[in-house]
């Protein structure tokens, strides 16, 4: 009689300690999410950080500090049809926006901002590890 309540006990204990294991969620760990800083001015980029890792929740935050009306380009949003990776948006002088990506893509990604009512286009490269 005492070796049975000795074995159910056991028994439940082992229960108890195993059954936080089974009622943890059973979905892979949330992207992370980083914010990149794009400064646009009439002669220069700047994007922090040039970088990310791919399957990262990126948020643009796009701020146009020049005088002129900006079109910035990521990527290939204007081209073909298709799956597109980038997107393409226009900032007035001193306009923010901001623009959620996926990225799902692995490489080099190239950018581009050109005034509006001029020929000078801005390029550089950022990078999905």
């Not at 992370?32 to 040039?50: A, E, F, G, H, Y």
């Not at 890792?53 to 900006?70: D, K, S």
């Amino acid at each position: 009689m005492r070796r049975r309540r000795l074995l159910a006990t056991a028994s439940l204990t082992s229960l108890v300690i195993a059954a936080p294991g089974f009622a943890g969620p059973r979905t892979t760990n949330a992207p992370q999410i980083l914010t990149i800083k794009v400064t646009i001015t009439d002669s220069s980029i700047t994007v922090k950080p040039r970088a990310a890792a791919r399957g990262t929740n990126a948020v643009f935050i796009l701020t146009n500090r020049g005088t002129q009306t900006q079109r910035w380009v990521l990527g290939n949003a204007t081209r073909g049809v298709g799956k597109k990776i980038g997107f393409a948006s226009v900032l007035a002088p001193d306009q923010q926006k901001s623009v959620v990506m996926f990225l799902d893509y692995r490489g080099p990604l190239p950018y581009s901002a050109s005034q509006l009512r001029g020929s000078r286009v801005l390029k550089g490269s950022f990078r999905i590890r």
